[in-house]
């Protein structure tokens, strides 16, 4: 693929050639575009090579990247392919970046796989978070499941503010019978209280 800008200053017949090509892997069983070399080429001869690497897609899709450079700063998708050569003199870079190769219908570009990183700063960010957070629900788990119980720290004890529940067969054994006035009053004998200590 051939992009030509004739004649541009010192520069006569500039042209950008991007070379092109696709293979087929079984394991994802089917064709893969791959962007192989760059060459820029000008008074025509061939002035600069660089190697491409990781700009690759689908033979069905088109690639996309914000930024394809030799540049460190844009991770240099492009690299010098000798260091003897004039590559290292020149600074390539492709804003918007978008091609394909093949398959192209209805001269528009398929859908595109990006250059993206799966780890990029704002994933990794919402990886650590999710850490965080994680730990922070498993500690909260631990403290529930190791919670002391009450019951152990109940500690009973006789007092006639308070009653205990008494069942209806028992009442015989623990009423008293009461004169006063002439009328019956019953005193409960084995009242119960709590305290419960924390």
């Given amino acids: 693929l051939s992009l030509r800008f004739g004649d541009i200053g010192n520069l006569k017949g500039l042209v950008i050639r991007f070379l092109l090509t696709t293979s087929y892997y079984q394991l994802s069983v089917q064709n ?54 004039l590559s290292k003199l020149w ?32 994933i990794l960010m919402g990886l650590v978070m999710s850490l965080i957070l994680l730990l922070v629900l498993a500690y909260a788990l631990h403290m529930l499941i190791h919670l002391k119980s009450l019951d152990r720290h109940y500690e009973c004890k006789a007092s006639p503010a308070y009653f205990a529940q008494m069942k209806d067969n ?26 419960i200590y924390i």
């Fill in 32 to 85: 893969w575009f791959s962007l192989h070399r760059l060459q820029l080429l000008y008074n025509h001869s061939i002035q600069a090579t660089f190697n491409a690497t990781r700009i690759y897609a689908p033979a069905s899709y088109s690639y996309h990247c914000e930024h394809v450079s030799s540049l460190q700063r844009y991770d240099a998708l492009l690299i010098p392919s000798s260091a003897n050569d």
């Fill in 91 to 122: 600074e390539v870079t492709f804003i918007d970046f978008q091609i394909q190769g093949f398959n192209i219908q209805e001269g528009h570009f398929a859908y595109a796989k990006d250059c993206a990183s799966f780890f990029s700063p704002a």
């Fill in 170 to 195: 028992d009442m015989g054994d623990e009423k008293e019978p009461l004169r006063s006035g002439g009328s019956e009053s019953y005193e409960l004998r084995n009242q119960q209280f709590c305290k």
